[in-house]
């Protein structure tokens, strides 16, 4: 039994330590807005923050994110966050969504650090968030104007 | 009983005909008139997919699987225009599984693929759309005592005069007891207030806010995650297993045999897995599939010197041949790809007394409840299927033999139906599970006269048929035939005197399917690099080579000339840094009825590297129902294509598949996204597919312009420069 800070909340995980945090808030929390996409860290779609850095949820044990305050995209509550998914329904960025939510936890993480990202900056904050659907444009544009918006 | 239905015979038997114009004009039990008894509370449901609340919400049902290609939005426009609904007072909910309401008119069963949701709904869910509209129209003009050509819609208000105005909420009750009329007249295009402009997608909000509802993320009172052991090669069977050490692992379950392997459950997923990896099962590998690619290769080689079964015969090809001044041939090899979505295969199954109750990212319907009705000894309809986001298919969860689904079914069925399962695969489950694009063999040869002209071409494809097995071999397949293998070569579409196409199809133990833009994965490719070569061995632009053999052609000539216009083709590319080589190349290819061309703008490096810089692609979808739908659909469509051209390859040794994820099977990444600019040509012509017809395109883009740039033919995906 663990205790972790999930979107402010203080929640009670009944879980093997070792277990994945991405399994951790999908099975037990029911916070399925994090995805499982490869489980090796491959592909970002689990990605949440973790003391405000975007992190594998798949690659991070339960007893590694304990005392830490761990967000995800039914928490995204920041300003900055705001404006990102607004640029993304702006745009009609998705396609099957299911590796949106990983987008979007990566988007916000980098103009949090970097308000005026440039291609390539978004390119390798992004590039470790794989999508099928190749999005990538929309991502790009997405993240260019949300930057624009939070000038 | 006190349901009623409201239904129009000759329509009906309209619909049973198998005809074009079809309204299912039936009613959910108790739906409309029994609404006035309850004084509104009920929708106004004039037809099975149109639902109108008190609230005046608009519920489209959509037919359609929404994996990403934008169809609830498309569907939904259809309806809109013709209701002239609000767009923010319209929502859509999946349609359940019944193939008399909700068949693809394209098949005559339910189910999505082929780029066919919009080309086969235009009429039938603009009828829906009129159909409801007709109906308050008249519920209006009988409560205002006006006459109905008097009454305006717009925007989801219903008035007359100035003075009189009602929501489609305030009149949904009375629409409801009226009956439902036998014709209504569709709208002219000129009128259209949406077909034609950006409409925003009705999954966007769920799908940014993690909202959104995949399989992946049921979860059912006291449901079981199964995930399986499978056979290491394909065509093995379990003999016996020890579950001792999966027993042991804390929150297992149970542990059991099915055909397909050994399932472990547990509570949750994690405890699943560690209980599969812990899990020791003994196989028997008699009927295994042993072979690797290399084998496979000779295998094919062979039969590239065969003749094979004709699948296009146009004069004679062979003597034509024999008697031009110039004559090529070139070899193309395609691999084994894996669909390889974002969202793995997985799948939930309840069982209760007579019924089936599952749910899933569903696109084959009818024939998974076929599937999963004879394993349970079930009829059809007491398959009940939720059709759910998937999060990507690109054909895969179109399954001819329901694969995955039935995995499910046989573990619910295993553990006596005592509580829900969720099959989960794993990343590696599923791009070792099979069901690839097949590896295909191709042999071009072709003549020129002195002129340079094209006067023979002869085309012949080695590779496993996607349909012999499946309920549509009949259909599909005939005189050795599966349109599918040749699809993209037989209907070449420049203007050869003599043109020959034969196919070979062997068997092997490998399962393949239908990946997003089928056939012409493979023979977009080989037709649009082999008529670049000749270009080239005629001397010619490779624009106005193709142009001169398009002239009966108009719709790909239209999206060449737009393409090769708004790219910039008559004027000299950039060039590029010291060290670095530039180049052009463009390729124009039909798939699904929609015609795409694009020109792309590669960049090699000094060490031999390359990256496509931009792209421009013009496609003819007849009418664009929803433009910013099908700019998305073009750009992620080669994205998509471009991580074949790249990187994508299933290789198998001793009948184990090599890859297992994505490091060694890697997808396109933002960094390699190229800039893609989208041209759409007028039409007035009805709409045909958007969601597969870019992909083919990319590939044989992208090698004509490593060709321009380096002098380099690729006749192998994924492109490797020498």
């Known amino acids: 039994m663990v205790t972790l800070n999930v979107n402010g909340v203080r929640r009670r995980v009944d879980v093997a330590a070792d277990t994945p945090l991405l399994w951790a808030l999908r099975d037990t929390l029911g916070l399925t807005g994090t995805k499982y996409g490869c489980g090796v860290g491959a592909c970002g779609s689990c990605t949440v923050h973790i003391n405000g850095v975007a992190v594998r949820a798949c690659q991070t044990p339960v007893s590694a994110a304990v005392g830490k305050r761990i967000v995800t995209i039914e928490g995204l509550h920041s300003k900055t966050a705001k404006v990102v998914q607004a640029a993304w329904e702006k745009l009609d960025v998705v396609q099957c969504g299911y590796c949106q939510s990983g987008q979007i936890m990566s988007a916000v993480s980098l103009l949090v650090k970097n308000p005026k990202p440039s291609d390539a900056d978004i390119d390798a904050a992004l590039a470790g968030n794989l999508c099928r659907c190749a999005t990538y444009q929309r991502i790009r544009a997405a993240i260019h104007e949300a930057a624009r918006n939070l000038a | ?722």
Request: contains cysteine.
């Open chain 2, 1 to 722: 009983m006190n349901e009623l239905r409201i239904e129009n015979q000759s329509r009906r038997d309209f619909l049973k005909a198998g005809a074009g114009l079809t309204l299912a004009l039936y009613l959910p039990a108790g739906a409309a008139l029994a609404a006035v008894g309850k004084g509104g509370a009920e929708p106004f449901a004039p037809n099975a997919f149109v639902r109108i609340g008190a609230d005046s919400s608009v519920t489209v049902v959509a037919k359609h699987l929404e994996m990403g290609q934008g169809t609830y939005t498309g569907l939904a426009t259809l309806v809109a225009e013709e209701l002239d609904a609000d767009w923010a007072q319209v929502r859509v909910e999946g349609a359940p599984a019944d193939v008399k309401r909700y068949a693809n008119l394209g098949w005559g069963i339910q189910g999505t693929g082929g780029s066919s949701a919009i080309a086969n709904s235009f009429e039938q869910m603009r009828q829906a759309g009129a159909t409801a509209r007709a109906m308050l129209v008249t519920a209006a003009a009988q409560r205002w005592n006006v006459a109905p050509e008097t009454i305006t819609v717009r925007q989801g208000v219903v008035s007359a005069g100035g003075a009189l105005k009602a929501s489609f909420g305030e009149l949904a009750a009375a629409a409801a007891a009226l009956p439902v009329p036998e014709k209504v007249a569709l709208k002219s295009p000129r009128d259209f207030v949406y077909i034609g402009k950006r409409a925003p997608r009705k999954d966007s909000r769920a799908k940014i806010t993690g909202q959104a509802i995949f399989t992946q993320d049921i979860r059912l009172s006291h449901m079981l995650v199964a995930v399986v052991a499978h056979p290491p090669r394909f065509g093995a069977k379990p003999k016996s297993f020890d579950a001792a050490a999966a027993k042991a692992v804390r929150g297992v379950a149970d542990v059991v045999a099915i055909p397909s392997g050994v399932a472990v459950l547990a509570a949750d997923f994690w405890s699943a897995k560690k209980g599969r990896d812990a899990l020791k099962v003994d196989w028997d590998e008699a009927a295994a599939f042993r072979l690797g690619t290399a084998e496979i290769l000779r295998q094919y080689q062979d039969l590239l010197d065969q003749p094979g079964a004709s699948a296009r015969k146009d004069g004679d090809a062979a003597a034509a041949l024999a008697a031009a001044p110039k004559r090529l041939t070139a070899d193309f090899s395609f691999p084994y790809l894996a669909h390889a979505s974002m969202e793995p295969l997985n799948c939930v199954v309840r069982l209760g007394p007579d019924i089936c109750e599952v749910w899933n990212g569903e696109q084959f319907q009818t024939v998974d409840q076929g599937s999963i009705a004879a394993v349970l000894g079930l009829k059809p309809e007491q398959v009940k299927l939720n059709m759910l986001y998937a999060g990507g298919s690109f054909g895969r969860r179109a399954n001819p033999q329901s694969d995955y689904i039935l995995e499910a079914v046989h573990i619910a069925k295993a553990i006596g139906g005592k509580a829900p399962v969720k099959l989960v695969w794993t990343r590696e489950d599923d791009m070792r599970g099979g069901y690839y694009r097949p590896l295909y063999l191709h042999r071009l040869t072709a003549a020129l006269d002195a002129a340079g002209k094209p006067v023979a071409w002869s085309h012949r494809v080695v590779g496993q048929s996607i349909m012999t097995g499946t309920a549509m071999e009949g259909g599909m397949v005939k005189d050795g035939v599966d349109r599918t293998s040749v699809e993209g070569a037989a209907n070449l579409p420049y203007a050869i005197a003599n043109i020959a196409v034969d196919l070979h199809s062997p068997r092997l133990g490998v399962p393949v399917q239908w990946w997003r833009s089928v056939g012409s994965t493979h023979t977009g490719f080989s037709t649009e690099t082999f008529i670049d070569e000749l270009a080239k061995a005629a001397g010619s632009d490779p624009v106005q080579f193709r142009r001169a053999l398009l002239t009966a052609q108009p719709r790909h000539l239209a999206a060449l000339d737009l393409a090769a216009a708004k790219a910039g083709w008559w004027s000299p590319l950039a060039p590029g840094k010291a060290g670095e080589r530039r180049g052009r190349g463009v390729a124009v290819h039909e798939s699904f009825n929609t015609v795409v061309a694009q020109v792309a703008d590669v960049t090699v490096k000094a060490d031999g590297s390359f990256r496509v810089d931009r792209v421009v692609c013009a496609v003819d979808c007849g009418i664009a129902v929803n433009p910013d739908v099908i700019r998305a659909q073009m750009e992620g469509g080669i994205g998509f294509g471009l991580t074949a051209a790249l990187y994508g390859e299933i290789t198998l040794k001793d009948g184990h598949v090599e890859q297992g994820n994505f490091p060694d099977y890697p997808l396109l990444k933002i960094g390699e996204m190229p800039v893609v600019e989208v041209h759409i040509v007028d039409s007035t012509a009805n709409p045909t597919g958007v969601g597969e017809p870019a992909v083919p395109v990319i590939a044989p883009a992208v090698a004509n312009a490593l060709f321009a740039a380096t002098g380099q033919r690729l006749r192998q995906l994924p492109l490797r420069l020498a």
